[in-house]
């Protein structure tokens, strides 16, 4: 069992249902009344940043509990994370400055994840090392 990787797929499932429903009760409305094409943007946008955070905290948590998917794994779920985090963050710091403070909850627990993903990811290959 690697501690780790469980607590980074717990913080990730975590994340992607309050993604949601953040969502849901704070923009959901906002995107309802886009014109469709950039209503059917955002919405698949956002749909795709809590799927991928359930579904890559749901890998995280099986390789936790069982180390049944390859070593790589949780390096391409930290790859992919890192990606989003980058494009978003960068996103708010170059376009939408004022939103920054607002952000802050979350940087903390995506740095929180990250941090505990790599340390995951260290346990995970020194424990196949020892093998």
Same mark, same amino acid.
């Given at each position: 069992m690697n501690i780790y990787l469980l607590a980074?797929?717990?913080l990730s499932v975590l994340l !992607? $249902? +309050?993604?949601?429903w953040w969502g849901f009760a704070n923009i959901y409305s906002e995107i309802a009344r886009l014109n469709t094409t950039a209503? +059917?943007?955002l919405e698949g946008? =956002?749909?795709?940043? @809590? +799927?991928?955070?359930?579904? @890559?905290?749901? !890998?995280?948590? &099986?390789? @936790?509990?069982?180390?049944y998917f390859s070593r790589a794994v949780p390096m391409l779920i930290l790859a992919?994370?890192?990606?989003? =985090? &980058? $494009? @978003?963050?960068? &996103? $708010?710091?170059?376009?939408y400055p004022a939103l920054v403070s607002q952000t802050v909850p979350q940087l903390f627990?995506? !740095?929180?994840?990250? &941090? *505990?993903l790599a340390v995951g990811i %260290? !346990?995970?290959?020194?424990? *196949?090392?020892? %093998?």
């Open positions: 980074s797929g717990t !992607a $249902v +309050a993604h949601t209503g +059917a943007s946008s =956002f749909h795709q940043v @809590g +799927a991928t955070l359930l579904v @890559g905290g749901l !890998a995280l948590l &099986i390789q @936790g509990f069982r180390g992919i994370y890192s990606v989003n =985090f &980058i $494009v @978003g963050l960068l &996103i $708010v710091l170059l376009k627990l995506y !740095a929180v994840l990250f &941090i *505990s %260290r !346990a995970q290959k020194e424990r *196949s090392l020892n %093998r």
